[in-house]
């Protein structure tokens, strides 16, 4: 069975980082593309950025180009997502995302989430 | 970038009925558009995929359509289960964009 279980969130005041992590169990991580997606509370789905296999190919939503960071270690089966300079704009549930294929395409499975909350 | 717009926001519906739910872009996306369902509370999962293709294990009264700029979603015969938000992505270039989203309600 393909299981993503992120980790990593929390509280956290404005302008400060916090790094999430997910792990991913059940299938060839280092043969798939993945993902981060956000969902601000009572709002819509929100792409994050996505990485390629080998993590030829990188992606950011323009929210947070320069200050998020996408990256994986394909040996421990895990992706993570450092976050710096937070605002309160970047409270959310983050979901990571397996894609379907090796190439950054669309998210197959998703995580069930880890909580955000940037205040002060 | 490509922007994405999503039709109804939100729609009362009784079981047996018919949806459809569009998703138009901007500018030409091939194929590039996924469908996903959200119930309350928990992860979206994947319904249909390269826009007409039905994710495995998704009951068959989902279907997808379009190419280009305009997709629709339509469940042919609205069950209980299927009460939920329904969201498009567009994944043809970047910022991969959903849609705001489609919350279908019972009537």
């Known amino acids: 069975e393909v299981r993503l279980e992120e980790s990593g969130g929390g509280l956290v005041q404005p302008g400060t980082s916090l790094r999430l992590s997910c792990a991913a169990l059940?299938?060839?991580?280092?043969?798939?593309?993945m993902h981060w997606v956000r969902q601000a509370p009572g709002k819509g789905l929100e792409w994050v950025a996505s990485i390629s296999r080998n993590s030829v190919s990188v992606g950011y939503a323009d929210s947070v180009k320069g200050r998020f960071t996408i990256s994986r270690d394909d040996a421990k089966g895990s992706l993570y997502l450092q976050m710096n300079s937070l605002s309160t704009d970047d409270t959310a549930l983050y979901y990571c995302a397996k894609d379907s294929n090796s190439w950054v395409s669309h998210m197959d499975v998703w995580g069930k989430g880890t909580t955000v909350t940037v205040s002060s | 970038d490509i922007q994405m717009t999503q039709s109804p926001s939100s729609l009362s519906a009784s079981v047996g009925d018919r949806v459809t739910i569009t998703c138009r872009a901007s500018?030409?996306?091939?194929?590039?558009l996924a469908w996903y369902q959200q119930k309350p509370g928990k992860a979206p999962t994947r319904l249909i995929y390269s826009s007409s293709s039905l994710q495995s294990g998704v009951p068959s009264r989902f279907s997808g359509s379009g190419s280009g700029t305009e997709f629709t979603l339509t469940i042919s015969s609205l069950q209980p289960e299927d009460f939920a938000t329904y969201y498009c992505?567009?994944?043809?270039?970047?910022?991969?964009?959903f849609g705001p989203g489609t919350k279908v309600e019972i009537k």
């Open positions: 059940g299938f060839h991580f280092d043969d798939y593309a």
């Open positions: 500018q030409g996306i091939r194929n590039d």
């Open positions: 992505l567009q994944h043809n270039s970047y910022p991969f964009i």
